[in-house]
């Protein structure tokens, strides 16, 4: 079933409380194993990665330009430069099920240019998951067959399901987004193998992320009304601010151009820029941005990253932090409660 995303001649088949039950013609096992099996086959291929996410965006995208992705645009355009930066290649032969194969696969990850991450490179595939499953579920849901509890499928999946319900940009930031903060969440343990200033860059990503979707939600510390259009994910914003080095490096592992442009210390136009945007247009509001968004994404466990004033994900990256943020009291201001 393909949704246009007009509601008026396509009424919601979503609870609109994710404790009330759905129905499925297949069985939700039948379902993840099929979307695991999807996401694992490119595994350790960054352009299968993204050919999977330009199939879903020519089905769930609604493209207003031919050739386009749609609301899938800015995502396209990010998991392009992860491919381009490296971040996204194997890391080892692991899974190969002979040794010859195991060999090949070596031979190949030495022959390219940069080693993946395990870090990036699960969080990306926790976005595959989330949006494949809910890809899987939703054509599904029937009058008929088995139950389903949308709240046993955790805020992730439930998120896209409501953007494939509802696309727009809000749905669409509320999905990916929490994908992404999922991801941050679960792969803690692979962000210890960054060095320091990755790190750094990591909480560089997030607070950029949750700003923009502090942008699309209207809030008028995120220019209000001009917000919510200059962070139209079908727009050309972030293929537009991934061009450009000072904002999102080139590098991996980062090289020392890279390395000044994360902790701000280049001061040419583009560097200026990027300190203007993380420190002065972000940074007074990371309670605001961590309060809400936690809200937003039905993500809690997101609060824990935010501590004395900073976004520190992991723990570990504080003391460097602290060196690229202005000194700030925290704001005794009161955060608005989220709309729905």
């Known amino acids: 079933m393909r949704i246009h995303p007009f509601r008026s001649s396509n009424p919601s088949i979503l609870p609109a409380d994710r404790t009330v039950p759905i129905r499925l013609s297949t069985s939700f096992d039948e379902l993840e194993e099929k ?4 996401v694992h086959a490119v595994h350790d291929d960054p352009d299968g990665r993204i050919a999977l996410r330009k199939a879903f965006y020519k089905h769930y995208g609604y493209a207003y330009i031919p050739d386009s992705y749609g609301l899938g645009n800015s995502e ?5 430069w992860e491919a381009e930066r490296g971040v996204l290649n194997p890391v080892t032969a692991e899974g190969r099920s002979s040794p010859e194969e195991q060999a090949v ?3 190949e990850r030495q022959l390219r240019e940069v080693v993946g991450s395990h870090w990036w490179r699960k969080v990306n595939s926790r976005l595959l998951l989330d949006s494949e499953l809910a890809g899987l579920i939703y054509p599904a849901i029937s009058p008929d067959g088995p139950y389903l509890l949308p709240d046993d499928l955790g805020p992730s999946v439930w998120h896209w ?13 509320r999905s990916h987004n929490s994908s992404i903060v999922v991801g941050y969440i679960d ?3 692979k962000a210890d ?8 860059f990591m909480n560089e990503v997030l607070t950029r992320l949750l700003y923009a979707q502090a942008m699309v939600e209207g809030m008028d510390f995120a220019f209000g009304k001009l917000g919510q259009w200059l962070s139209d994910p079908r727009g050309f914003a972030v293929g537009f601010i991934v061009l450009f080095r000072d904002f999102y490096p080139r590098s991996y592992q980062l090289d020392p151009h890279d390395i000044n442009a994360v902790m701000h210390r280049n001061h040419h136009l583009m560097g200026e820029l990027a300190t203007f945007l993380d420190r002065w ?11 809400l968004s936690a809200k937003w994404l039905d993500t809690p466990g997101l609060e824990r990253f935010f501590i004395d004033n900073n976004s520190m994900y992991p723990k570990t990256v504080g003391n460097l932090l602290r060196t690229t943020m202005p000194v700030r009291e925290p704001s005794s201001e009161s955060v608005p409660v989220p709309q729905s």
């Open 193 to 200: 193998l960054e060095s320091e200033y990755e790190q750094v």
């Open 161 to 173: 399901l409501k953007y494939i319900d509802n696309p727009n940009g809000l749905s669409w930031y």
């Open 105 to 107: 696969a070596e031979l």
């Open 35 to 38: 979307a695991r099996t999807t």
């Open 187 to 189: 792969a803690i343990e």
């Open 76 to 80: 396209i355009a990010f998991l392009g």
């Open 281 to 291: 247009l972000i940074h007074p509001f990371l309670r605001k941005i961590y309060s």
